[in-house]
Each structure stands twice: as structure tokens, then as C-alpha cells.
């Protein structure tokens, strides 16, 4: 079993910049990809960006190029830096670990709420 918790989140203005983590527990971290979803009310949670154990990074099409995910395997941490923030930036960032080969090993943060003000 894999807690994660979310933490960073909070207003900023539109053009700002935020860092938001995920400390994990349990499990083995680095058998696990970390990712970072978002999710707004009446919208599907969406994939922001993930990072494998060896480091290799996907980004949605909306976020690359001003989204960062990285992670830290001896701090069991993962983080994604957010530049130019604009107003369709702002969802519930949630954290996910998923096992690199048993798939149903998938686990969730309770999320942290990120605001953009335009």
C-alpha cells in the first residue's frame, strides 16, 4: 500500500509560478511511475504529466513547455513546477503512483487545490 500526500497548492496570480509535491509512503518507490493529474467539476481527470522510475517525462500538450515534473527517488518525492500559470491552470493537482508492471497497483493522493487569478 502507497499513501501519497499532496502538498503547495494555492493562489496565484495568472503569469505566476507554483511547486507543488507528493511525499510517498510505502511501497517500493522506485518500481512505481509518478504522475501528476488535474481535474476541474464536470471534467474527467486528465494526465498533466508523469515521470517514470529512470526518468523518462510525458507532459500534455497544454502544459508543455511551462510545466516541470521531477522526482526524487531517495526522498520518495515527486514535483511538478508550474511557469506561466494561466486561468484554465486551475483544477485539483493530483498525485499518482502506479507499479511499472502490476497496473492495478494504482494509487492516489486526496489532491491540492491550485487557483489562478487573471
Known amino acids: 500500500q502507497v499513501q501519497l500526500v499532496e502538498s503547495g497548492g494555492g493562489l496565484v496570480q495568472s503569469g505566476g509560478s507554483l511547486k507543488v509535491s507528493c511525499a510517498a509512503s510505502?511501497?517500493?518507490?522506485?518500481?512505481?511511475?509518478m504522475g501528476w493529474y488535474r481535474q476541474t467539476p464536470g471534467k474527467q481527470r486528465e494526465l498533466v504529466a508523469r515521470?517514470?522510475?529512470?526518468?523518462?517525462?510525458t507532459y500534455s500538450d497544454s502544459v508543455k513547455g511551462r510545466f516541470t515534473i521531477s522526482r526524487d527517488n531517495a526522498k520518495k518525492s515527486v514535483y511538478l513546477e508550474m511557469a506561466s500559470l494561466k486561468s484554465d491552470d486551475t483544477a485539483i493537482y493530483y498525485c499518482?503512483?502506479?507499479?511499472?508492471?502490476?497496473?492495478?497497483?494504482?494509487?492516489w493522493g486526496q489532491g491540492t487545490q491550485v487557483t489562478v487569478a487573471s
Open positions: 510505502g511501497g517500493t518507490f522506485s518500481v512505481y511511475n
Open positions: 515521470i517514470t522510475p529512470d526518468g523518462t517525462i
Open positions: 499518482n503512483a502506479q507499479h511499472i508492471v502490476i497496473l492495478t497497483l494504482d494509487y
